[in-house]
């Protein structure tokens, strides 16, 4: 069945430092590939998506690349901050085109920790 | 706005013990969704909801029913809890197939 793979569970750097992380999915329709984080005792929030026809996006420290050739995208956040620490989740649709739902393949998240 | 509201926060229940999570959003979206979350696994879909008086199956719906009377209300029901069942559930809703999710605030579930 459909699976994204996410890599590392945890990563732990120093403030100021880049962190990236990274996905693989099995589906090759999938078209939408959204990024969330989940802080302690809340619910996921959406940071950044991209969509397949995008290879690059940014939003400030934060930027997410996708190769549909290889089937992976990854998260990249430069200068973190200690408030930057949290789980991220990768996740990839096929985005509801032709009438499909968005059922999300949620990746099994990454513990970010930022040492001040 | 309250965006997507979940109750309880906690519960627990003994084996065979039925209850049921409430989620309300007061965002006018059409679709809704429930997940759950379990260490290394992830979020995986249990059930989710095109529009109102609507319901479908997603990964893992065994063991949990739903209803949507109400566009803003998503009810997620255990009818005879099992341990495999403790876990934190998270409701989300969207606006459109292809739009953003937003997440409740999650309750926390364990069955003894």
């Known amino acids: 069945g459909e699976n994204v793979e996410q890599h590392p569970s945890t990563l732990s750097v120093q403030e100021g430092d880049s962190a990236v992380i990274k996905c693989t999915y099995s589906?090759?329709?999938?078209?939408?590939f959204p990024w969330y984080k989940q802080e302690l005792g809340k619910g996921p929030q959406l940071i950044i998506d991209i969509r397949s026809n995008v290879g690059e996006k940014k939003d400030q420290r934060i930027a997410v690349t996708l190769n549909k050739t290889a089937k992976h995208f990854s998260l990249h956040i430069t200068e973190t901050q200690p408030e930057d620490s949290a789980v991220y989740f990768c996740?990839?649709?096929?985005?509801?085109?032709?009438?499909?739902?968005?059922?999300?393949?949620f990746g099994t998240g990454t513990l970010l920790a930022v040492q001040p | 706005n309250a965006g997507v509201t979940q109750t309880p926060k906690f519960r627990v229940l003994k084996t065979g013990q039925s209850m049921t999570l409430l989620c309300a959003q007061d965002?006018?979206?059409?679709?809704m969704y429930w997940y759950r979350q379990d260490p290394g696994m992830g979020l995986r879909l249990i059930h989710y909801?095109?529009?109102?008086?609507?319901?479908a199956k997603g990964e893992v719906p065994d063991g949990y029913n739903v209803s949507r009377l109400k566009k803003q209300n998503f009810l997620l029901g255990l009818e005879s809890a099992a341990p495999s069942q403790t876990s934190v559930y998270f409701c989300?809703?969207?606006?459109?197939?292809?739009?953003?999710?937003?997440f409740g605030p999650g309750t926390r579930l364990t069955v003894l």
């Open positions: 996740a990839a649709s096929r985005g509801g085109y032709g009438g499909a739902t968005n059922k999300l393949i």
């Open positions: 909801s095109v529009g109102e008086g609507t319901t």
């Open positions: 589906d090759s329709a999938s078209n939408y």
């Open positions: 989300a809703s969207s606006y459109s197939t292809s739009g953003t999710l937003f």
């Open positions: 965002m006018n979206h059409e679709y």
